[in-house]
């Protein structure tokens, strides 16, 4: 099946830094990739819709200053974190949609661990 | 998109098969039906798809009635190691479609 992977697994950092995490699709292309994060004992939560080549979408209640996407290949969607603060420690976790007509599950990463001090 | 509604959580025996059902009452013509697996602190584990009638694959199947506004993910034979949470998705399949979570349904496998 498709593999999505995510670097780095786990990152810990000081209040006021920024932190990437990258999203890559090994062994398919991904014209859409989406991040999502998830708080303990809770369920995802989509963040953003990430298309290749154009801006990323956003929901609403995420700020897109703060939470910075680019996805510039079909293999590769960056997540940056941008002046992270304690709340923002959590759990995010990429996908990719083959973009298959029929079929079209999504693969999902395996999440990076985000804690800000 | 279409909301789903599920059981928050759920007891087995090992050995028990195990049937999540999720309604989706405003399902629309375009919408597939998804299930995903999530452990502790892992990205979520696609299971299975389907439109109507059933589907089976190696691990589970599932079943959709004709009106499609619930279904039924059936494991059978579970093990400790199905302990997890069970997300039912529902979604138009173009190129990449939108997915909402809902609160999914903790599955808790007992010796």
């Known amino acids: 099946g498709a593999v999505v992977s995510q670097h780095p697994s786990w990152v810990i950092c000081k209040s006021g830094t920024s932190v990437k995490i990258e999203c890559r699709s090994l062994?398919?292309?991904?014209?859409?990739m989406f991040w999502y994060r998830q708080f303990p004992k809770q369920s995802l939560m989509l963040m953003a819709t990430s298309n290749e080549g154009s801006k990323a979408t956003y929901e609403q209640g995420v700020e897109k200053d703060k939470f910075l996407i680019n996805h510039a290949s079909l293999t590769l969607s960056t997540l940056t974190v941008t002046s992270a603060h304690p709340e923002d420690s959590s759990f995010y976790i990429c996908?990719?949609?083959?973009?298959?007509?029929?079929?079209?599950?999504?693969?999902f990463g395996p999440g990076t661990r985000l804690t800000v001090l | 998109l279409a909301k789903t509604t599920q059981p928050i959580s759920m007891d087995s025996y090992e050995g028990q098969e195990v049937n999540i059902t999720c309604s989706h009452n405003n399902i629309a013509t375009n919408d597939y039906i998804t299930w995903y697996q999530q452990f502790p602190s892992q990205g979520p584990r696609f299971i299975i798809q389907g439109y109507k009638t059933k589907v089976t694959n190696e691990v589970a199947s599932l079943f959709i009635p004709a009106d499609r506004k619930s279904s039924t993910l059936s494991l059978p034979r579970v093990s400790l190691s199905d302990t997890a949470v069970y997300y039912c998705?529902?979604?138009?399949?173009?190129?990449?479609?939108?997915?909402?979570f809902g609160a999914g349904t903790r599955l808790f496998v007992k010796a």
């Open positions: 996908s990719a949609g083959t973009g298959r007509r029929v079929g079209n599950e999504q693969f």
């Open positions: 998705l529902v979604g138009e399949l173009t190129g990449g479609f939108k997915t909402i």
């Open positions: 062994d398919f292309q991904a014209t859409t």
